[in-house]
């Protein structure tokens, strides 16, 4: 609230009314009171004009919160569903790495078991290349098989799969072997135990 008096001149600067003895202090000191209360009622005034306008806007903001609080409450689910929705793509993201390793055993195992039968292949053909004396069959059969990986050829499903052949078998590779220069074809691989 504003001074009741503002002039350091008047008497009543000290706002004690009761000091004053001039009829000319007192009609300053009313006057200034009166100005004091037109500024106030003017105050008021600009206020209460305002206010019909400060209520539309109260109301507005009171319309607005339930609606906020359901934006409030719609962003709390829509986290929710990130949260989850985020959970899941770890989850889904680890179950592809897995079927991603467990496709690539599969393929090898596959090419494991393509190489172990092709080993088989060629040995029925060397075998049979052999038993008909068709040297040169058994030597391209004999070509392809040393082709084939090393660590195929030692494995156990190769032992376990591959018929070996008779010791007769045996001594006519040898005979063959021995008339034919097949240096650069390992003999070994179809001749060892």
Not at 120 to 138: L, N, P, S, T
Not at 166 to 185: E, N, V, Y
Request: glycine share 2%; proline share 3%.
């Amino acid at each position: 609230m504003p001074a009741l008096l503002t002039s350091d001149e008047s008497p009543t600067a000290d706002n004690d009314i009761n000091v004053l003895t001039n009829i000319n202090d007192i009609r300053e000191s009313l006057r200034l009171l009166d100005q004091e209360e037109t500024d106030i009622d003017t105050s008021l005034d600009q206020l209460l004009s305002q206010q019909d306008n400060l209520q539309a806007i109260l109301s507005s903001l009171h319309i607005l919160r339930p609606q906020l609080d359901e934006l409030q409450q719609d962003s709390t689910l829509m986290m929710e569903t990130i949260q989850n929705t985020a959970r899941l793509a770890i989850n889904i993201s680890d179950k592809v790495r897995q079927l991603d390793k467990e496709q690539s055993r599969t393929r090898q195992a596959i090419s494991y078991v393509d190489d172990v039968q092709e080993l088989k292949r060629c040995i029925a053909g060397i075998q049979q290349a052999m038993a008909h004396k068709e040297y040169d069959e058994a030597a391209a059969y004999l070509q392809k098989t040393s082709q084939i990986d090393r660590s195929i050829l030692n494995g156990s499903l190769a032992e376990f799969t591959v018929v070996r052949s008779p010791s007769k078998m045996r001594g006519r590779g040898s005979r063959a072997c021995c008339t034919l220069d097949l240096s650069p074809i390992h003999a070994d691989l179809w001749l060892s135990n």
